[in-house]
């Protein structure tokens, strides 16, 4: 009996270890998954010399890659797996400094950060810079 309270007491108290551990886990997830898509996003443009963009839909935790259509100028997503919407889990918030990334095919992009935040208040930012179109993700810490 002593044995089976030791072992509940230890559940008890490691288990809100495991949930925070669990909740870091899917927002680090998340915004490298961003980082790789925009990576992605980059490399085909510059190698196919088309436009591509990444759109963060904010209202839904979604995003996606659409390329543009030399014929009239819009931008339609991709026919290919890497076209579908890809999901931010539940309970992680979306911001961004604009709602869309463009890869032009010379390589350069516009700078924009996409800010992840989940229920244990942890923020990490995917930042893009103009220029170089270099991707960095960090923990993001409000002064």
């Known amino acids: 009996m002593l044995v089976a309270a030791i072992i509940l007491a230890l559940v008890v108290l490691s288990t809100p270890l ?35 963009r990444l759109t963060i839909d904010i209202d839904n935790n979604l995003y ?9 100028n819009t931008f339609k997503p991709l026919k290919e797996r890497w076209g579908r919407p890809f999901k931010i889990p539940d309970g992680i918030e979306v911001k961004a400094d604009k709602a869309t990334i463009d890869f032009l095919p ?3 992009t516009n ?33």
């Open 18 to 52: 495991f949930r925070r551990t669990y909740e870091d886990l899917r927002i680090t997830t998340s915004a490298k998954n961003i980082a790789y898509i925009a990576n992605f996003c980059r490399e085909r443009a510059v190698f196919e010399r088309i436009k591509y």
């Open 64 to 72: 996606q890659i659409s390329v543009e259509d030399e014929g009239d």
């Open 106 to 108: 010379d390589g350069d």
């Open 111 to 143: 700078s924009v950060t996409v800010y992840l935040t989940n229920k244990e208040n942890r923020t990490i930012a995917v930042s893009i810079e103009a220029g170089t179109g270099s991707i960095k993700v960090y923990d993001y810490i409000e002064e």
